[in-house]
């Protein structure tokens, strides 16, 4: 399985952007923190709900800081 993954969303804040990337992968499914395109938190969850959970929360705590949707 070669999932490249998709991206759930995209913040920026003072010229830098912090994403959220979703793939599927054998043993689960991994969500991939970015900034500024590089993974630094990848976290493997057993299921879509979880998955979605924490990618919500980790939204929640930067736009609470003050990151805001990225321009498409």
């Not at 493997?44 to 979605?52: I, K, L, Q």
């Amino acid at each position: 399985m070669d999932d490249p993954g998709t991206n759930l969303w995209t913040l920026a804040k003072d010229g830098r952007e912090v994403a959220a990337r979703v793939r599927l992968v054998p043993y689960g499914i991994e969500i991939d923190i970015l900034h500024d395109g590089l993974a630094v938190i990848t976290r493997t969850f057993d299921n879509d709900v979880e998955a979605m959970a924490w990618a919500d929360q980790k939204r929640n705590a930067r736009e609470s800081d003050g990151w805001a949707p990225a321009a498409e």
